[in-house]
């Protein structure tokens, strides 16, 4: 039988998931589908007892429902407890198990760069994603990590959690030249008129500055760190790594993720360059 696959989320027509994961079925001759799913957040339990009863082998989920969809499923992989969120949900067995690829994609998108483990990382925000994306640094090996928020009690809990250090926005504004690598995971600065998340006045050239958000594929924050002569990443790398791993676990296959990461760049208007 036709396996099937599937994103949800509310809305859900931006996702560029079905492309991605339709495109990895064909290159490897596998006879699934990939749909995207528009999922209210009130009919988030119906519509999963709805894909379960049509045999949904596995799917992703995008926001609001990464967290809500915790309580319904059977199983949570580690790095779903950590963040009490899920953005991948496969059957194993005759159970659905939920997962969380965000923050292992992000470092693997890293690590594409051949960056020092034992480099000092500024991590800016304390939010979901961030949570991921500092488990996932430490489980790789990552061993000096700061974390600053517009909340300084945020960073702190989320620098408790997962032994790192937290400092204020201000003091990492005068610290900027310290840190080798800079992990943007706010959506501020995004909105015409509004200021960076952090000033980059003091970041070093040569710094690592990566935003997680891959549309626009250059942000506000990543063209201010062109200009200050560091090396960019934006958030294209850790969707196709996050796909990637999800795709893996539904096939055990490990897809051409330098193809896609081009595929997707183009299809966003931009220009791929083979780092």
Known sequence: MKKWYAVIGDPI?????PFMHETWFAEHGIDAAYLPIHVEPSQLEKSFEAMKTLGISGFNITLPHKQSIVPLLGKLEENAMQMNAVNTVNLVGAEYTGSNTDGDGFVRSLLVHSVDKAAKVLLIGAGGAARGIAFALKRAGFTDVTITNRTYRRAEELATDTNASAITLIESEERLADFAILIQTTSVGLATGEALPISLDRVEAGTLVADIIYNPLETPFLK????????????????????????????????????????????????????
């Open 224 to 275: 201010k760190a062109e200009e200050k002569n560091c090396i960019t990443v934006n958030g294209v790398g850790m969707f196709v790594y996050q796909g990637a791993i999800a795709f893996e676990k539904w096939t055990g296959i490990e897809p051409n993720t330098e193809k896609m990461i081009q595929l997707i760049t183009e299809k966003l208007g931009g220009t791929y360059v083979n780092n």
């Open 13 to 17: 027509s931006h996702s560029l998931s």
